[in-house]
Nanobody, 121 residues
Framework: QVQLVESGGGLVQAEGSLRLACAAS???????MSWFRQALGKEREFVAA????????YYADSVKGRFTISSDNAKKTVYLQMNSLKPEDTAVYYC???????????????WGQGTQVTVSS
């Protein structure tokens, strides 16, 4: 079992920044730790992924250059630094652990409870 707990969401103005954290516990040997997001009325979409070694990092095109994913193995925590936020980034952000196709939610075994990010214009 893997438990994932997100934190760091909130309300921010456009062009502002937030940092999300995902603390993992249990058997954390899933290949990828990723962030997904789901806006109201939309499907869950891939945001970013990282391996625990940090050797492989992937981003959705919509966040490249603005978001940075990183990991702290000692703390078993994955971070998502979000800069230059836009109103369209508003969503519930989920941390997930899994493998396979990194942008397919079906490939992930464990999910956090989600944290709301709201960007005002």
């Amino acid at each position: 079992q893997v438990q994932l707990v997100e934190s760091g969401g909130g309300l921010v103005q456009a062009e502002g920044s937030l940092r999300l954290a995902c603390a993992a516990s249990g058997r954390t040997f899933r290949p990828y730790m990723s962030w997904f997001r789901q806006a109201l009325g939309k499907e869950r979409e891939f945001v970013a992924a990282i391996t625990w070694s940090g050797g492989s990092i992937y981003y959705a095109d919509s966040v490249k250059g603005r978001f940075t994913i990183s990991s702290d193995n000692a703390k078993k925590t994955v971070y998502l630094q979000m800069n230059s936020l836009k109103p369209e980034d508003t969503a519930v952000y989920y941390c997930a652990a899994g493998g396979g196709d990194i942008d397919d939610p079906e490939e992930y075994d464990y999910w956090g409870q989600g944290t709301q990010v709201t960007v005002s214009s």
